[in-house]
């Protein structure tokens, strides 16, 4: 049982890398205290050069980058966006503040991410349905694992509707050396507090066509027309990043590498903790075309050889030792707001979600912790193993 002095181990926590002050220091020390501004602009170079595409526009936060980039694909009321169900909240949502229809497909065993095959079986019912095509494929890249994006990306081609990739997981993740983000016609990444850099909140819309991320920026300011006075021809967003938060990015950007590695690290210290326990499996990169930045380290537990531990059972254990850990996203398809919208389904996000777990996964976690973790773990399994 976790004592009163003892820290709790998060899932999560940010990893501020003392770089960061430099930059929100001059922001103050130049009263650039405000959504414009050097360490903006500065943040946005980064991103694109980082990321490898030809323009980006930073946000409040990434599901505003994703309500944006539907309303840049003309998405409409009425309309139909194609997402994936095994995903946040987050991801489906701004398909309603469109006032479209959700139709969610359901994903692939290796990557857990949408099934190209059911993709196009989706549109193909979709279009015999309504006579028309879905106006937007919104890709999740879920944990850090990139998608399938050579059999996405065909399928999308072949019926020619754009994609929408949600990448706010998966900085830094690449498939066949690319940056996830970079495939389709927009991206976004998210840089709230647990992702793999922060700018405390935060989000960034990249695209390879530059007048999509200056449209994104004019939306997010409010859509301002050029004049002298404020004149507005078209309904504008408040969703611009500050400068300050921005600063706090640009630091996060120097060690971006770092925290990757150490995520890395940490998803291989616990592969090597439970190569030899039964009844646990990992999201793995499925060939070596994917790179997983692995922001979250997930699992699947089969009580049927794990001697009964469930995964709900070994949450709640490890809630009790002050560790904190989650079940793995409950599918749309599942979630009241959405259930009665089409789903493409083949059973795949519904046994993730039931068997699977997320553990402490972020940059911050010491060597001690780890095997703290992974000692709680072992005596659970052993004691139910053997009873």
Not at 130 to 146: D, S
Not at 198 to 204: D, R
Not at 304 to 310: I, L, M, R, Y
Request: aromatic share 10%; with cysteine; hydrophobic share 35%.
């Amino acid at each position: 049982m976790k004592s009163e002095t003892q820290d709790i181990i998060r899932l999560s926590s940010p990893h501020m890398s003392g770089k960061e002050m430099k930059y929100v220091s001059d922001a103050i020390e130049h009263n650039q205290v405000f959504p414009l501004g050097k360490n903006v602009t500065d943040f946005e170079d980064a991103i694109r050069t980082y990321c490898g595409v030809a323009a980006c526009s930073c946000l409040s936060t990434g599901t505003a980058a994703l309500h944006l980039a539907l309303i840049l694909l003309d998405v409409r009321p009425g309309d139909e966006v194609i997402c994936s169900t095994f995903t946040f909240v987050a991801s489906a949502n701004p398909i309603l503040y469109c006032q479209a229809t959700p139709v969610f497909i359901d994903s692939e065993p290796s990557s857990w991410n949408m099934d190209p095959n059911l993709l196009r079986e989706a549109i193909q019912d979709r279009i015999r349905i309504t006579r028309k095509k879905p106006k937007v494929i919104l890709v999740v890249h879920l944990y850090g694992m990139p998608a399938d994006m050579q059999s996405i990306m065909s399928v999308a081609d072949e019926f020619e509707i754009p994609v929408l990739e949600d990448a706010a997981e998966a900085l830094g993740s690449t498939y066949d050396g690319q940056h996830c983000g970079s495939f389709g016609k927009i991206g976004v990444y998210s840089f709230n507090g647990n992702k793999i850099i922060t700018t405390s909140g935060g989000g960034a819309l990249v695209s390879g066509d530059e007048s999509l991320c200056r449209k994104a920026t004019f939306l997010a300011t409010q859509a301002r027309d050029e004049a002298p006075h404020y004149q507005h021809s078209q309904i504008g967003y408040n969703y611009r990043m500050s400068n300050i938060s921005a600063g706090i990015g640009l630091g996060q950007m120097e060690v971006l590498d770092d925290r990757i590695a150490k995520r890395r690290e940490n998803n291989n210290f616990y592969r090597c903790a439970f190569v030899n326990i039964d009844g646990i499996t990992f999201l793995t990169e499925p060939s070596e075309r994917y790179f997983s930045n692995y922001w979250l380290t997930t699992i699947l537990l089969y009580p049927e050889e794990t001697g009964g531990v469930t995964r709900e059972y070994l949450r709640l254990y490890l809630q009790r030792e002050g560790i904190e850990s989650r079940p793995l996203w409950k599918p749309m398809h599942l979630q009241p707001l959405f259930d009665s919208y089409p789903c493409y389904c083949n059973g795949t996000s519904e046994l993730l979600f039931d068997k699977g777990l997320c553990l402490p996964s972020g940059s911050t976690l010491t060597e001690f912790q780890l095997e703290s973790i992974v000692t709680s773990f072992l005596i659970q399994l052993h004691v139910k193993t053997v009873v």
